[in-house]
């Protein structure tokens, strides 16, 4: 009997502290409402401006295939391009970013300015750096900084590419170019250990095996 009104006193109490907070407990639920459908909101036009994001820059893409491949006037075309291009990946992050960048790298990779072209895949590793087009840049500023005789900066981006969250295809090959950059710098012992990183982490990939093996043998009959 004791339990029973135990029960009963305290659904009395529940009762009583509703109807005491009623104008509280309403604002709560009606906030915590409207922050719902300002999320479902947000989320649904971040997703629209992502996706518009992406179609832009692919067209963008398109004129540059259209003007390395058609255009009379390349130069006087690729330079309105270069200034679209720049305009639209200005604080912009993610896919479409990065491949506007990515973009602008190529076209100073192609005029040989390997300086511009190396800030432009980093600010495309930046900005795409939670997708796969990160390590794919970070490698091609190294080669870039290559380009520049910055060998120890090039090594270091290769690194990064390899170590990067997202998995790197050519992972393989930026470690055996670490290898042959060490080379490069006479610091055969560091040559020696990216080599045998190749024959450890990529055992089964034969044409890496076999070129690491070769130049290991080199240095250590030199």
Known sequence: ?????????????????????RRVILFLVSAVFVLIVGLIVFLSLQDVFRKR???????LNRRFEDIRF????????????LAD????AKNRRGYAGSKAWSIIAQIHSSEENWQKAEEAWLNAAKAGDKT???PISLFNAAAAAEEQGKLEE??????????????????PRAQFSIGRLYEQLNN???????????????????????????????IEIR
């Open 1 to 21: 009997m004791q339990n029973v009104n135990e029960k009963l006193n305290l659904g009395d109490k529940i009762t009583e502290f509703v109807q005491r907070n």
């Open 53 to 59: 994001a992406i179609s832009e820059v692919e067209e």
């Open 70 to 81: 058609f255009a009379s006037d390349e130069n006087a075309d690729m330079r309105t391009l």
């Open 85 to 88: 291009l720049d305009s639209f």
């Open 132 to 134: 796969y087009l990160a």
């Open 154 to 171: 090039a090594i270091e981006l290769l690194q990064k590419s390899i170590d990067h969250r997202f998995e790197f295809p050519a992972a």
């Open 188 to 218: 055969y012992p560091a040559a020696i250990e990216a080599y045998r990183a190749v024959l450890i982490n990529w055992h089964n990939i034969p044409v890496w095996q076999h070129l690491a093996r070769s130049r290991i043998t080199a």
